[in-house]
């Protein structure tokens, strides 16, 4: 780390870091102070602040010392039911207390925990099940349905049910015709001996496998260590300012490595409370903000602009809320500065990371927010940011190429994947996918998805161009621009806009792009999205489904 970073400004300056050997052919900056597993983390924050709030959901508050002792009688009834080190257990569980006992269990255990969004259907749940050789499940009861049954998956022994009965009802849910038992979670952790000592890990052991959104085939399994963890809670910690007593708001889902690591595990971390929000409607999250006193959030930009056209936030008392993080898309200028004059205390904190960093490798330093909002910040201090070529040769500061990102919070491939793990991993460095810049400054900009890049008669367009430009027009809140194939140029602009309230004028939007881009970069055609864009849980857009909608003739064009 050079002497002009950012992060030498931080009130403390920068914790005691050293090169490292890991996975047997990396050396990566780490802290030298980490924790040691992601049980520690638990471990820690109840020894030293039993009695200070962990959880909130609605009516329902658990202090640290409360979610120990759910963790311990959850870690019994599991290891009763045959549930032991290394064995993989999925989560299909919302945003609900008995989450984060559950995962802190299988921690304990030293089991490897495999959250799957709540929005995954029946084949895709089957697929990762099986992939990871998952031993159990457990699942909310409105999600049960969608649980495989042993034909479909043969290794799954444990099925578990959360929220069909009140505690202590002890009652076993009956199997259908062709269906396979499922137990209940309260009948579950009164089945052991609360399990109070926690199983040795090492820190390269593997403490969750989460699957990859999958859009471009199979979702692959990035295998998370408790060494990743350590360093990306230390990061939340040391960049964002997180501190004991603090309280973040989890309104993404707890299943993504944002909601998980960046949200649940930095929080218990640092000893602070973590109030879920089952789902995502601005006046009902305005209002829990202002009763619960929340100090923090990370969301994406449209979770933030739909706060600001919501009229909860005039008289709202917001005034804790101190640090405001996004990422998964670029927030528009004219949304930071109406959250500057509505929210003056507030500081916005740009991220960019991906599952396969553990959640973050950049951030934005604080109060950098504004000057450099085409940017996702700087790498954070043990993280190692590169712009290489198609030949795998390091470009010069502003030259544009794929971001290879390298560091202790990189994972270290795919679970029973040698195949992917090779193509996406050299010499430690995540081949992202990412087109980008980094300036001579150290800030990192990003370009497009490779993927994504439009090639129109030869002319080459990033997409995140057009899109910002289309985001600082006022009113609207989302904007993607895809591809629409021609015969001729092989490629045209095409926009989707999600702008409620705006009149729907096409000639409008391409006045305000001329005015702003080349000529060629101007989106010919529009659809006007009456919804809010499909995305994954991380927040980024799911191009491939707008890509579908313009094959489709009924589709909402205006």
């Not at 889902?253 to 789902?279: D, F, M, Q, R």
């Not at 954070?380 to 712009?387: E, F």
């Amino acid at each position: 780390m050079t002497a002009a970073s950012p992060w030498d400004a931080l009130p403390g300056g920068v914790p005691a870091m050293r090169c490292e050997g890991l996975h047997g052919d990396r050396v990566v900056r780490c802290f030298v102070e980490r924790p040691a597993s992601v049980h520690a983390l638990l471990e820690a924050a109840v020894r030293t602040r039993p009695d200070a709030e962990a959880v909130v959901c609605g009516d329902r508050r658990w202090s640290y010392a409360r979610l120990d002792a759910e963790v311990a009688r959850l870690a019994g009834g599991l290891a009763a039911h045959g549930i032991g080190a290394g064995d993989r257990v999925a989560l299909f569980m919302g945003n609900q207390p008995a989450f984060v006992a559950v995962l802190f269990a299988l921690q304990r255990l030293g089991a490897i925990a495999v959250p799957i969004g709540e929005r995954e259907q029946r084949p895709g749940l089957a697929y990762m099940l099986g992939q990871c050789g998952a031993r159990a499940i457990v699942a909310d009861a409105a999600l049960a349905d969608r649980v495989p049954d042993v034909a479909e998956v043969p290794g799954l022994r444990l099925r578990v049910v959360a929220g069909t009965q009140e505690p202590g009802a002890g009652v076993e849910a009956e199997a259908g015709a062709g269906r396979a038992a499922f137990v209940d979670l309260a009948t579950l952790a009164a089945s052991g001996t609360p399990r109070i000592e926690p199983c040795e890990v090492r820190p390269e052991d593997t403490a969750f496998i989460l699957y990859t959104s999958g859009t471009t085939g199979r979702p692959k399994g990035a295998m998370l260590t408790h060494l990743n963890i350590a360093h990306s809670v230390r990061h939340y910690e040391v960049c964002m300012g997180l501190r004991a007593g603090d309280r973040s708001a989890l309104a993404v889902p707890a299943s993504h490595v944002t909601g998980l690591v960046a949200i649940i595990l930095a929080l218990a971390h640092v000893g602070g409370t973590v109030v879920l929000l089952p789902e995502f409607k601005a006046a009902g999250f305005i209002a829990v903000m202002a009763a619960e006193r929340v100090t923090h959030t990370l969301m994406v930009p449209a979770m933030y602009t739909l706060c600001l056209m919501s009229p909860a936030l005039e008289g709202a008392d917001l005034s804790r809320w101190r640090v405001g993080g996004y990422g998964g898309a670029p927030m528009p200028v004219a949304a930071i500065d109406a959250m500057a004059r509505r929210l003056p205390g507030l500081t916005l904190v740009n991220a960019y990371g991906a599952t396969e960093t553990t959640s973050p490798a950049t951030l934005m330093p604080p109060g950098l927010t504004r000057d450099h909002a085409d940017t996702v910040g700087v790498p954070l201090p043990c993280a190692d940011v590169r712009v290489m070529d198609e030949d795998g040769r390091e470009l010069p500061a502003g030259a544009t190429g794929e971001l290879w990102i390298a560091g202790p919070m990189v994972v270290r491939g795919y679970w029973d994947n040698p195949e992917a793990t090779a193509a996406a991993f050299t010499g430690g460095h995540w081949h992202s996918g990412d087109l980008g810049q980094v300036d001579a400054e150290g800030f990192v900009r990003l370009v497009d998805r490779k993927k994504d890049m439009l090639n129109r008669g030869g002319f080459k367009i990033y997409s995140v161009e057009v899109e910002h430009v289309l985001m600082a027009l006022p009113g609207v809140v989302e904007a993607a621009v895809v591809g629409r194939p021609c015969p001729v140029l092989g490629e045209r602009v095409h926009a989707f806009i999600h702008a409620p309230g705006l009149a729907r004028d096409d000639e409008a939007v391409r006045a305000h792009c001329r005015a702003r881009l080349t000529d060629y970069k101007v989106p010919e055609t529009l659809t006007w999205a009456e919804s809010p864009l499909p995305r994954n849980a991380g927040g980024k857009l799911l191009k491939r489904e707008l890509r579908d909608r313009l094959a489709t003739p009924a589709d909402d064009r205006g």
